[in-house]
């Protein structure tokens, strides 16, 4: 499956299987970014699917946020495709619905 990561206007969109073949591409992309920008937006809504270990980089990515105060929106909570995977991993509470992108 294709694979991307997409800067749509400050809002960095993952597009494609979020898997272990593409968690350390996602932790270094966004590792990079956290040492750069003090917000980051992240949108999960074209994922097709998602797997544990890119559950634990999204862990990964909150925690160094939240180590760096810096603010994290991570959009996609609708997306019906991962949205059990983020309840199993009581991961919900990452998702933001108030990003405005004006």
């Excluded at 073949?21 to 998602?50: G, P, R, S």
């Amino acid at each position: 499956m294709n694979f991307e990561i997409i800067n749509n206007k400050g809002v960095f969109e993952i597009h494609g299987d979020f898997t272990k073949a593409h968690t350390n591409q996602v932790a270094n992309y966004f590792n990079n970014l956290l040492d750069k920008y003090y917000e980051i937006v992240i949108c999960l809504k074209q994922v097709k699917c998602i797997d544990d270990k890119a559950l634990n980089v999204m862990r990964f990515i909150v925690a160094k946020a939240k180590r760096r105060s810096k603010i994290l929106f991570v959009l996609g909570k609708d997306n019906k495709r991962i949205n059990k995977q983020f309840k199993t991993a009581n991961l919900n509470n990452i998702f933001k619905n108030d990003y405005d992108s004006k």
